[in-house]
Structures are given as C-alpha cells and as structure tokens.
C-alpha cells in the first residue's frame, strides 16, 4: 500500500509564501495524473492545480497566478508552490496521486493565512 506523506503546511501572513511537498513512501508507476485539492470549512473538496504525466498542468481559477505546480517523477513527489496567499486561501490540502490502477490521498496538511 503506498503513503501520501504532506508537509510544508503552517500559519503564514497574507501575502506570504509557502511550499507544499507529498512524497510517496515507495516508487509509484504508471503516475497518470498528480494533484492538490483543498477543502475550507464547510465547503466542498476543491481543485488547487494537477499535472499530468506529459507534464501538462491545471488549476483551478482562484489560484490562477500564484500557485506553481510541480514533481519530481524519480521520487514519486509532487510540490505546490503557493505565492500570494489570501485569507480565502485556508484550507486543509491534500495530495492526489492517480495511477492506471489506483488512486492514492495524503492526509491534508493545514494551511491558514491570516490578514
């Protein structure tokens, strides 16, 4: 069974920066698609961004600019580099790994940005 560890979450003042990383606890193949989704307090689980296995990316529209999106294919690892932040930005984050076969959750990692 493979583990999504997150780390990287925290407290940071609005305009601030943080980086998020989810590692794999062994090597995953056949990776189709690797993603962030978040979920604020009594909203629904959301797109952050995703990046498929041709390296194409997507994000969602409120973090359109500020966030980056990338992985490390070797390390079956993903990063979310989030700039910008805003106070609406607060959400627990979790990491998506896809295969053919399987898909894979972290745990979430809370993020909170305060004004």
């Known amino acids: 069974q493979v583990q999504l560890v997150e780390s990287g979450g925290g407290l940071v003042q609005a305009g601030g920066s943080l980086r998020l990383s989810c590692a794999a606890s062994r090597i995953v193949f056949d990776i189709t698609v690797m993603g962030w989704y978040r979920q604020a307090p009594g909203k629904q689980r959301e797109l952050v961004a995703l990046?498929?296995?041709?390296?194409?990316?997507n994000y969602g529209d409120p973090v359109k600019g500020r966030f980056i999106i990338s992985r490390d294919n070797a390390k079956s690892t993903v990063y979310l580099q989030m700039n910008g932040l805003k106070v609406e930005d607060t959400a627990v984050y979790y990491c998506n790994i896809r295969t053919y076969y399987n898909d894979y959750w972290g745990q979430g990692t809370q993020v909170t940005v305060s004004s």
């Open positions: 990046v498929t296995s041709s390296g194409s990316t």
